[in-house]
Nanobody, 121 residues
Framework: QVQLVESGGGLVQAGGSLRLSCAAS????????MGWFRQAPGQEREFVAS????????NYADSVKGRFTISRDNAKNTVYLQMNSLKPEDTAVYHC??????????????WGQGTQVTVSS
């Protein structure tokens, strides 16, 4: 069982930056692929970024490539999402998620409650 708690959301002006954190429970954090997803009001949840357990492989949505960076510190059981050059369309609730194994297949089994990111124009 993995429990995830996000933090770091807030209100920022367009062009600004935020760093989200997701702290995970458990002793085998480095065996889990981690992902970030977001959901804006009235829209479906969408994939943002993911990273494999060792941190050697990443994947990004086209809409955030070059602006967002996912990273992890396995010693701290934490995954991060550095968000730069934020746009109003990045406004959403951001969730982290975990799944055992590869970032390329399988469903995410564990989800955090989410943290609100609001970007003003």
């Amino acid at each position: 069982q993995v429990q995830l708690v996000e933090s770091g959301g807030g209100l920022v002006q367009a062009g600004g930056s935020l760093r989200l954190s997701c702290a995970a429970s458990g002793r085998t954090f480095d065996r889990y692929a981690m992902g970030w997803f977001r959901q804006a009001p009235g829209q479906e949840r969408e994939f943002v970024a993911s990273m494999n357990g060792s941190g050697g492989s990443t994947n990004y949505a086209d809409s955030v490539k070059g602006r967002f960076t996912i990273s992890r510190d396995n010693a701290k059981n934490t995954v991060y999402l550095q968000m730069n050059s934020l746009k109003p369309e990045d406004t959403a609730v951001y969730h982290c998620a975990a799944k055992y194994g590869s970032i390329y297949y399988g469903e995410y089994n564990y989800w955090g409650q989410g943290t609100q990111v609001t970007v003003s124009s």
